[in-house]
């Protein structure tokens, strides 16, 4: 019986010891005899008891490596306080066992390094705007060098950019300047471009105004010459006519009518007017005698 226990205990550690499961997205380097062996793949693997043994275990998943704060001194000598974040794979699991002691602290002092000389070539300004240029350089630096641990640097993001509180207080005071002077700028240019408008407005008025006085003048000269125009052709026939009526048979006798119920009339008003003083001729012949004359005009024209 304890024969048959004996031996269990020892099938038991046999097959713990020879089969091994390695889980997905995983590489497990084998030694035998305390020499690299071979690297076990995600599955069952099957291994020689007390021969072989697990030496090294990686996951091949991407791993976020969180990069320390140092200090930088850029170009311009300013110094910046910058941490990252950098992302590498496994590749090689061989490597990562024997290419270095301990490739994560390797990878890491690499970044840090690789940081400062790329920052020491950029001035202040350009750190900001070049970020996208800095974190290629410093994967492109890194990656050269990982190979021999069988790494893969896949990028590396720069999570923050500190300067000193003297250079933050002259940024935001630069800023501020700058956003004073743009805001002066857009009040003078709305300014300009009210006075132009209404400059503009003004003139389009008095041009229209002018417009239409000239037209209102040109039409009050067309209406007055055409009254002028109707009152002639108007006292042109009345005249025309009365030379007609002149010429009829009794004409001359009418005229001389019409002109002594003139006089008559005209002695008449003048009479009736209290603040008027009318010197009556002493011969009435002096009536006749006007008359007379104005009948000879008469005459005179018409035979002309």
């Known amino acids: 019986m304890e024969i048959a226990v004996i031996l ?3 099938a038991a550690i046999f097959i713990t010891r020879s089969i091994k499961v390695v889980p997905q997205q995983n590489a497990w380097v084998v030694e ?3 020499k690299y062996h071979s690297s076990l793949a995600p599955g069952l693997n099957f291994l020689v008891p007390f021969v072989d043994k697990v030496a090294y275990k990686h996951s091949l998943k991407e791993i976020p490596l969180d990069v320390p704060s140092q200090v930088c001194i850029t170009r311009d000598n300013t110094q910046l306080q910058v941490d990252g974040i950098l992302y590498f794979q496994v590749t090689d699991p061989m490597r990562a066992s024997y290419g270095s002691s301990n490739y994560i602290i390797a990878v890491t002092q690499l970044a840090q390094t690789s940081l400062r000389s790329v920052i020491g070539k950029l001035e202040l300004d350009k750190t900001f705007e070049e970020r996208d240029i800095i974190n290629a350089q410093v994967v492109h630096a890194i990656d050269e060098a990982a190979l021999n641990w069988g790494v893969k640097v896949l990028r590396y993001e720069i999570k923050d950019l500190t300067p000193p509180k003297e250079i933050l207080l002259a940024m935001q005071a630069q800023i501020t300047a700058e956003r004073e002077k743009r805001a002066l700028i857009a009040a003078s240019e709305g300014r300009r471009q009210e006075q132009i408008n209404i400059a503009t407005g003004e003139r389009e008025a008095f041009i229209a105004r002018s417009e239409g006085e000239k037209q209102a003048a040109i039409n009050n000269a067309q209406g007055e010459a055409a009254a002028i125009t109707a009152v ?5 026939q009345a005249i025309e006519r009365i030379a007609t009526a002149i010429r009829q048979p009794g004409g001359e006798q009418a005229v001389q009518l019409k002109v002594a ?5 005209a002695y008449g008003k003048v009479a009736a007017d209290a603040t008027t003083t009318l010197i009556i001729p002493g011969n009435m012949t002096e009536v006749a005698g006007l008359i007379g004359s104005a009948m000879k005009m008469i005459g005179t024209g ?3």
């Open 8 to 10: 269990f205990v020892i």
């Open 32 to 34: 035998r005899l305390g």
């Open 232 to 236: 002639a052709d108007a006292t042109a």
């Open 261 to 265: 119920e003139r006089a008559v009339d």
């Open 302 to 304: 018409k035979a002309a």
